[in-house]
């Protein structure tokens, strides 16, 4: 599997098309992160967003033939995730979403400077901070901050996925960062929020790839 790692997602979609399915794998494992976060971000819980990434997964897989390359696969399947939790958010009353918790074993993959200890108390304290600081913020503006800020899409691919001008995403960023920054920055860099541990990407993995063959 390792071998075509680095292969292109366009190219990847072609192979995966002509009937080499077990490539998704890489298509899943490239994409875990970035769809934890935007579950996350709607104050999903960890258990809710697996299963939403999951549904985004085999929607993909069911419609890759649509995916022209137009935009990247990243933004694309980004737009897909985004649309079943703005559906589930709708199905929902909203007493029942409760705000984003990580749990106690996802332990974020910090550099390898943090010690296990540190690991853990950096941890607890982010969970802390980050239950705190997003409560505060309108989801638009929260979205755009995960999507530029967390998940790394650049000012276009940010705008094409929240269907919003360039101009917005910028204005909209700039307010996230005032109400987020004093209080998420100052101890943690964005990368280190919402990180979807190995142990859970294996385990989406099997699950995407088991409910795909059946």
């Known amino acids: 599997m390792k071998a075509f790692e680095q292969y292109p997602d366009l190219d990847l979609v072609h192979k995966i098309a002509a009937g080499e399915v077990e490539l998704f794998e890489i298509i899943i494992r490239r994409n875990n992160p970035f769809l934890y976060k935007i579950g996350r971000s709607y104050r999903y819980s960890h258990e809710d967003t697996q299963d939403l990434m999951q549904e985004t997964y085999i929607d993909a897989f069911t419609h890759l033939s649509a995916f022209e390359g137009r935009s990247s696969f990243k933004t694309w399947i980004s737009k897909i995730m985004l649309n079943n939790c703005f559906r589930k958010q709708q199905k929902w009353n909203s007493k029942n979403i409760v705000a984003a918790e990580i749990p106690e074993v996802s332990t974020p993959l910090f550099s390898d400077q943090h010690t296990d200890t540190s690991r853990t108390v950096m941890n607890r304290e982010l969970n802390v901070v980050i239950e705190t600081a997003l ?32 101009a917005n995403v910028k204005t909209r960023l700039s307010r996230a960062k005032a109400m987020l920054r004093k209080e998420v920055e100052k101890a943690y ?26």
């Open 135 to 166: 409560q505060q913020l309108p989801l638009d503006h929260r979205m755009v901050f995960t999507l530029r800020e967390v998940n790394g899409l650049n000012v276009a691919e940010t705008a094409e996925t929240l269907n919003i001008s360039e």
């Open 189 to 214: 860099s964005a990368e280190e929020i919402f990180e979807f541990n190995l142990v859970y990407c294996d385990a989406m993995v099997n699950r995407v790839m088991s409910a795909l063959k059946k």
